[in-house]
């Protein structure tokens, strides 16, 4: 056991969440949240998270001195090489351009790394979640959006700034519709929460789904309908799995993984969504690639990026 300790911080677009974390990936203390999003990012973000990780020493009575490093995982496109978000963060104000481990390194005079969040909560769940021990990993997220990482010799696969693992935009439907990145067709579009929702919602209005209410329907309520057996809503649940899991065929092909994790709110739902997506990828890939391969959920839930992104400080 070493008693190294490590700063994880987690930058959403809403919070902050900030905990220390072992040499040996486990939480040592509380995971503590500063709110982001209070007057709509007119105080830059990289303000309340400096003001945060001080407070946050402070009520756990750390020294800087006392930290081998900080591990940052962020939100939009980040640069890790760099550690400066350079990617679009869409709708946040103030924050392309920061420069996260220039401002903590001077501030906090610790050695800082920074990653995108899903690359850090796929580096999380390699080091102590569903795929602990394992080496190749692929890992898709789906919820508003469709994240991803993507774990080769069990390091994290970056590319030449940081922006591997940008799965979400892997076109699935080449005449399909467009997709708030300026391309057409990607699996984000088609394969969200968000989409299974937009599409499950026109097909309320069009009178092809009856008995449900436009404006209640939501993720849980297409799953409860599904269990029900209503035919209608499980055709789109059926579609929507469909490019789901064509896109996880095509990374299996390309990265040959041990194991597939699916993260977000929707991999809870073990027989309906993860058994499904399971089934699909393992008939649609090739014999040689579905021996031993696994499909499962992602396990560390909300402190997938605080650990991940320790890891990755560790490694760097
Ligand atoms: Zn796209």
Not at 6 to 35: H, N, Q, R
Not at 197 to 213: L, M, P
Not at 232 to 251: F, M, Q, R, T
Request: net charge negative.
């Amino acid at each position: 056991m070493s008693d190294k300790i490590y700063l994880g911080v987690d930058i959403g677009g809403t919070a902050a969440k900030l905990g220390l974390v072992s040499g040996e990936g486990s939480l040592a203390s509380e995971v503590f949240e500063y709110p982001v999003k209070f007057d709509d990012y007119e105080t830059p973000i990289i303000e309340t998270v400096v003001k945060g990780v001080k407070d946050f020493m402070e009520k756990n009575s750390k020294e800087f001195s006392e930290l081998e490093g900080i591990g940052v995982s962020a939100t939009g496109g980040i640069n890790s090489k760099l550690g400066i978000v350079e990617g679009s963060a869409g709708h946040i104000k103030n924050w392309k351009g920061t420069n996260i481990k220039e401002r903590f390194e001077q501030e906090f005079g610790v050695k800082t790394a920074v990653l995108n969040d899903a690359n850090a909560a796929a580096l999380g769940e390699m080091w102590k979640g569903a795929a602990k021990g394992k080496e190749n990993v692929v890992v898709m997220t789906v919820g508003t959006g469709v994240g991803g990482g993507i774990i080769v010799d069990s390091k994290i696969l970056l590319g030449r700034k940081g922006f591997a693992g940008e799965i979400g935009h892997i076109p699935v439907n080449v005449e399909g519709e467009g997709c708030s990145c300026g391309n057409t067709g990607c699996i984000e579009h088609y394969g969200s929460t968000s989409a299974l929702v937009r599409n499950v919602k026109k097909a309320v209005i069009s009178g092809e789904i009856t008995g449900i209410k436009e404006e209640e329907v939501d993720g849980r309520l297409i799953f409860k309908e599904v269990e029900a057996g209503n035919k209608a809503v499980i055709k789109y649940v059926d579609e929507w799995i469909n490019y789901i899991s064509a896109a996880l065929v095509g990374l299996v092909h390309t990265f040959n993984p041990e194991m597939v994790i699916l993260g977000g709110g929707v991999s809870k739902q073990k027989k309906l969504f993860v058994d499904k997506v399971r089934d699909k990828v393992l008939n649609g890939v090739m014999d040689n690639f579905a021996q031993d391969l696994r499909v499962e959920a992602a396990e560390l839930r909300n402190d997938a990026g605080i650990i991940g992104a320790v890891k990755f400080v560790i490694d760097a």
